[in-house]
């Protein structure tokens, strides 16, 4: 079990992301975030990327594979959708990519309000430990860490922190 | 003893009655059945969480409402709906209740929601499924007899933060024939538990129950007066099937001492809301100016019912 001894800064990870994304995002691609690690990274990345962007955000408690195991816990939000999926070019957002379910079950979620033409995913942090076939169009970092750490980023102040913690992922 | 509706660790399996539910409870529901109601909005007006489950709609009384709001709320969560028409059925051959229940179980129900004239029907069918290892199975009291309808208190309480945002301030009044009404009875206990500083009953005195003070609400037979001040105003439907004897000398009577008009509810404070749990009997305990004005807030209350009941539903079908 190990800690990586380079934690890269959250500032320069987002920017590396908003830079891999820049050359290659549609002009009004949609960003969506998976609350809640994803709404505020949505929200920068609409700043920094050239284009007309609308946001959404996107709750996937319903949409979860471990609802007969957990139960609902509680703590849903509205997921806003506030444009047409049909048709539309979607980017989703979340902080960290690790086992791809909560993508899967945002995919799941957009299907229900319409056809999109195209989902792709962004994320700040890929940690890797896939368990469904699920990758990032646009990444900020790579990490290699332990099963037994979460990978943790976090809002200080108007800046992002990435941190790997031990505790339940 | 334990709360027959909470598991060991303080988690809804059962909805059976607001009286004596934990605060946090009730506000958990609350907060749940918000995300429910834009889901109506989609394209696809469904969610898969109730995926593979079944839901068994025992209606042991008629109700064509309150059973298609359920019916709606369980499709919503992608639940398979079974409904039974009770009374033409298996009670009519002899078979007892718990039986019936213990049959729906062996088809694999998941939950039950129950409506039946005799108050404590829902709770003997949880006491039983608890006793049986079969806590798997949940309840939902959807009105039993005079006692609770659990669900209908939620959604009142649900209509009145959405337009009010708190209980800490309020004044709320349930006018009408409080004897006979189930749904009163789990508004006071939902409006008392979440901390509103007055609730009021207004009827006369044949229509409100004996000792009503004891649930800590303020008593007015003078509607004008129970009125004044008020944020909120619930109407209640004036129950002629269930009257026995001459409890009223007229429904025309009744209209003009209870019935709620325009003039009266100037009373209440000029941002009032004005609920009716339906059906409505229009020219009887409330104007049809009133019912369809401005205040009125009682098709919302329909709408947001789905959503309450979707919350609740996934709650306990998420508790073992």
Redesign the interface.
């Known amino acids: 079990m190990t800690i990586p001894e380079q934690i890269p800064d959250g500032e320069e990870a987002l920017g590396a992301l908003a830079e891999r994304m820049r050359a290659a995002v549609a002009f009004n691609a949609a960003f969506v975030g998976i609350y809640s690690g994803g709404a505020w990274l949505a929200q920068r990345l609409a700043a920094m990327i050239p284009g007309e962007h609308p946001l959404g955000y996107i709750?996937v408690?319903?949409?979860r594979d471990d609802?007969?195991r957990?139960?609902?816990k509680?703590?849903?939000?509205?997921?806003?959708l506030p444009f047409d999926?049909?048709g539309a070019n979607i980017v989703l957002v979340d902080d960290v990519l690790y086992t791809g379910r909560s993508v899967r079950a945002a995919v799941?979620?957009l299907?229900?309000?319409?056809r999109p033409a195209r989902i792709e995913l962004a994320v700040l942090v890929d940690r890797g430990g896939r368990e469904l076939p699920v990758e990032p169009t646009y990444f900020g970092v790579r990490l290699a860490v332990a099963h037994a750490l979460s990978v943790v980023v976090s809002r200080d102040g108007d800046r992002l922190r990435i941190a790997a913690e031990k505790g339940p992922v | 003893m334990r709360n027959p509706q909470l598991n060991a660790n303080g988690e809804l399996t059962h909805l059976l009655t607001l009286e004596g539910l934990p605060a946090d409870v009730v506000r958990q529901i609350l907060d749940a059945a918000d995300p429910f109601v834009p889901i109506a909005e989609r394209e696809v007006k469904k969610v898969p969480l109730l995926r593979g489950k079944a839901v068994f709609n025992l209606f042991f009384e008629n109700s064509t409402r309150t059973r298609t709001t359920f019916e709606i709320a369980a499709k919503r969560l992608s639940a398979d709906v079974i409904n039974l028409n009770i009374g033409a059925s298996s009670t009519s051959k002899g078979e007892t209740l718990l039986d019936t229940v213990d049959n729906l179980v062996a088809m694999d129900a998941d939950i039950f929601v129950v409506r039946h004239a005799q108050s404590g029907a829902p709770h003997m069918i949880a006491a039983h499924l608890n006793a049986h290892s079969r806590s798997h199975v949940h309840v939902i009291n959807a009105g039993d007899g005079r006692h609770a309808h659990p669900t209908q208190g939620l959604l009142d309480l649900y209509t009145i933060r959405h337009y009010k945002k708190d209980f800490h301030n309020l004044t709320v009044a349930i006018v009408g024939d409080v004897l006979h009404s189930r749904v009163a009875r789990s508004l006071i206990h939902g409006l008392t538990t979440l901390g509103t500083p007055e609730v009021r009953v207004i009827g006369p005195k044949t229509l409100l129950p004996a000792a009503v003070e004891a649930m800590g609400v303020r008593v007015f037979h003078d509607m004008r007066k129970g009125l004044a001040g008020c944020d909120a105003v619930v109407m209640l439907r004036l129950q002629s099937e269930r009257m026995k004897g001459a409890l009223l000398p007229s429904a025309g009577e009744f209209f003009k001492n209870y019935g709620l008009t325009l003039e009266k509810l100037a009373c209440a404070k000029p941002d009032v809301i004005v609920m009716h749990p339906g059906p409505m009997n229009r020219g009887v305990e409330i104007d049809s100016a009133v019912a369809d004005g401005a205040r009125s807030v009682i098709l919302p209350q329909v709408t947001f019912g789905i959503a309450v009941r979707m919350a609740v539903m996934s709650i306990i079908a998420g508790n073992r």
């Open positions: 709750d408690s319903y949409y609802y007969s957990v139960g609902l509680g703590g849903a939000k509205r997921t806003e999926v049909e799941n979620e299907f229900d309000f319409g």
